[in-house]
């Protein structure tokens, strides 16, 4: 589950155009936000299947992607 988000975020990452913040990148193309909502929603799920099984979140609340 960690490898698909940090290659999600990954993805997202490379296609925000070099000079242009994040939520500039989102306002302009259509694919950034999908790909950011597919994150969003695997990130989410990775929460609840950690509090499943009693651990805490939060120090996996970070992706940084390693692709």
């Given at each position: 589950m960690r490898?698909?988000?940090?290659r999600a975020w990954g993805v997202v990452v490379k296609l925000i155009p070099e000079g242009t913040d994040y939520e500039e990148a989102m306002d302009q193309s259509e694919e950034i936000r999908d790909l950011t909502l597919?994150?969003?929603v695997m990130a989410g799920e990775e929460v609840?299947?950690?509090?499943?099984?009693?651990?805490d979140p939060?120090?996996?609340?970070?992706?940084?992607p390693k692709f």
């Open positions: 490898d698909r988000i940090e597919d994150y969003l609840e299947f950690l509090a499943r099984q009693g651990v939060r120090p996996y609340q970070i992706h940084e």
